[in-house]
């Protein structure tokens, strides 16, 4: 399935997440990432953002960092103008899976696709013990 990818995050996380995917997959069309740096307005984020979402065609996923803060809050306003999901708790091995599943996908509807994403966002945090011999 083809959709757009839209990253937002506090500092430059999601672009540094960006780079970490396109270090083990390479380079990704349709991929973008803007970031709500200290002093910068809501305002201006929303503008960023609207600039990215202009400029795309179908559906857009938009991976925020953290629940309930600043970059969340946008995308979920965007959701009332813009034809968007969003999914929270973005990281390295969701983003990973999401250009997988992109990839790879015809049949599935963006909505199995964030289900399927959450498990993924799930089982990768994980406490890594070394057994003892």
């Known amino acids: 399935m083809e959709f757009n990818i839209l ?18 997959v390479g380079k990704s069309d349709h991929i973008q990432a803007i970031s709500l740096m200290p002093g910068m307005s809501v305002e201006t984020l929303i503008d960023e953002a609207k600039r990215v979402l202009d400029s795309n065609t179908g559906e857009t996923l938009i991976m925020t960092d ?14 009332q103008q813009y034809k968007v999901k969003v999914i929270t708790g973005l990281n390295l091995a969701m983003l990973l899976e999401t250009l997988i599943v992109r990839q790879n996908s015809d049949n599935e509807s963006l909505d199995q696709i964030l289900e399927s994403l959450v498990t993924t966002a799930k089982d990768a945090c994980r406490q890594v013990v070394l057994e003892e011999r």
């Open 7 to 24: 990253l937002m995050s506090h500092g430059d996380s999601a672009k540094a997440i960006l780079s970490s995917s396109e270090m083990i």
């Open 66 to 79: 953290l629940y309930g803060g600043t970059p969340s809050n946008v995308a979920l306003m965007l959701t």
